[in-house]
């Protein structure tokens, strides 16, 4: 009874300090429903992948949310970065964790003439402009970025991804009850994992990142019915991006997604998923509006 208090207690708080974007009073459910474009790493493949230039550039194409990595150096600083180890994405070596903040703003990114950005740095470009999903790629980088989303009154524009499994998400829970977060079962124990998930009751466990395994009418329903949304990463359920003979266009693998009712694709390509999503929320309307 005194853990269940404290939790309702942490919920509470949470929601009185928690404040909107600047310009969108929006909730993040709000912001997460519908048909969403989400772009992995900013666009996958790009030199400039996982970096704020190509933020932008996918914010201009027509994403909602901008979908990046954190890893984290020996100092507590969060950076936008993927790999465990420095190389060979940059002209550094050896793990980020045993590098100090300083020391990889030294590094250069390959092919950029820039070092890994700070997470900081992507919350004050977007201040609230563009969702920016973040996944934890550590244990060690969950409490500082979840401080800087305290500092910047983020709760409503970023959630974070806490993995397959159930610890990362607990930790975080335990760390802050408020925080959105993204869970992502799969595996062996996928579905017993999305099962004790959604029984939890999580409102703040806001999205469920569905695999192709777990993809099915039932399990779509009942996250629906939780009052979360649905995410998935397109590429798993084709192949992109892929090059058609002319006029070479990448090409996303949204619309199948939109069509099994989930809501959040997570594309190399943004700018073809937006159009696939304005053809699907087309056909969507036309849809409903013969519906008896």
Known sequence: ????????????????????????????????????????????????????????????????????????????VPFLFHDTDLSPATNCRGPMSRHSASSIEHCRLRSLKHSPERFEEALQWSRGRVVIDAEFKSPMVIKPAIDLV????????????????????????????????????????????????????DPRLVSVQVHPDLATNPNLEAIRRSGKVAAADAFRFGTEPRYSIWPFQRIAFCARLYRLGINIAVTNVPDSCAEQRMAAQSLFATQRSTEP
């Open 150 to 201: 305290k500092e910047y009154s983020a709760y409503e524009w970023v959630y974070f991804q806490v993995g397959p499994g159930l610890r990362l998400y607990e930790e975080a829970r335990a760390y802050d009850g408020y925080v959105a977060l993204e869970a992502a079962p799969r595996g062996r124990n996928g579905q017993l994992t999305l099962d004790r998930l959604l029984a939890i009751r």
């Open 1 to 76: 009874m005194e853990k269940r208090s404290c939790a309702l207690l942490c919920l509470a708080i949470g929601m009185v300090l928690c404040t909107t974007a600047r310009g969108d009073d929006r909730t993040l459910i709000d912001r997460l429903s519908g048909l969403r474009v989400c772009a992995h790493r900013g666009g996958y493949s790009f030199p400039d992948s996982n970096t704020i230039a190509r933020f932008s550039t996918a914010l201009r194409q027509g994403a909602d949310i901008v979908e990046t990595d954190l890893q984290v150096s020996s100092d507590g």
